[in-house]
């Protein structure tokens, strides 16, 4: 297991951020942990599915084609509709000042689903090497700066209604 500056293992929770070792649930208030620990996911998933994209053999990019289609049914999909149902509609409804931030990662969320749909065996390389350096983008924005903002803006009630918040199965 790999280590960090200070001799502690890096687990699947951390993250290097500007050369700082992260744990984003732990950095969260309680009811945004659950997403931050998907985050912390989906970090993971993209550091896997970018080391199968480097390999650039057939077989690979096959299995990395399944993977990512079986992680958006399992866990992606619900975790991008969680964001918008909670979060991104109640930034859009009452602090407007945020609309371009929700409209900026609304559309990575677009551009994730397009990808996952679009990716196919003859550019299984180029197509897995992009999901997996947007999922990170995004995933670290989402870190950064929107759930600093919804920390700082929601009521306690608001936050909760985040935190319980179920998602329809996906079809």
């Known amino acids: 297991m790999p280590l ?4 502690d293992c890096i687990t699947a929770e951390t ?3 500007n050369h700082q070792y992260i744990d984003f649930k732990e950095k969260r208030c309680r009811q945004l942990q659950k997403l931050s620990k998907e985050h912390n996911d989906c970090i993971v998933f993209a550091e896997k599915i970018a080391a199968i994209a ?4 057939t077989e690979q990019l096959l299995i990395g084609i399944k993977l990512v289609k079986e992680y958006n049914l399992t866990e992606l999909e619900a975790h991008l509709r969680h964001e918008e149902q909670t979060i991104f509609a109640l930034l859009v409804q009452h602090h407007k000042e945020h609309l371009e931030l929700c409209i900026t990662l609304g559309k990575e969320h677009g551009f994730i ?14 197509d897995l090497s992009d999901f997996a350096n947007l999922l990170t983008h995004h995933t ?5 700066k929107l759930f600093p903002i919804v920390e700082s803006l929601f009521t306690e009630q608001q ?3 985040v935190l319980n918040f179920k998602a329809a199965k996906v079809l």
């Not at 960090?4 to 001799?7: L, R, V």
């Not at 480097?54 to 053999?57: K, L, R, Y």
């Not at 670290?140 to 950064?144: F, G, V, Y």
């Open 4 to 7: 960090n500056t200070n001799g």
């Open 15 to 17: 993250y290097i951020l």
């Open 54 to 57: 480097e390999t650039g053999h």
């Open 113 to 126: 689903r397009t990808l996952v749909e679009q990716i196919s065996p003859e550019t299984a390389q180029q």
């Open 140 to 144: 670290l924005e989402e870190e950064t």
């Open 159 to 161: 936050l909760d209604a």
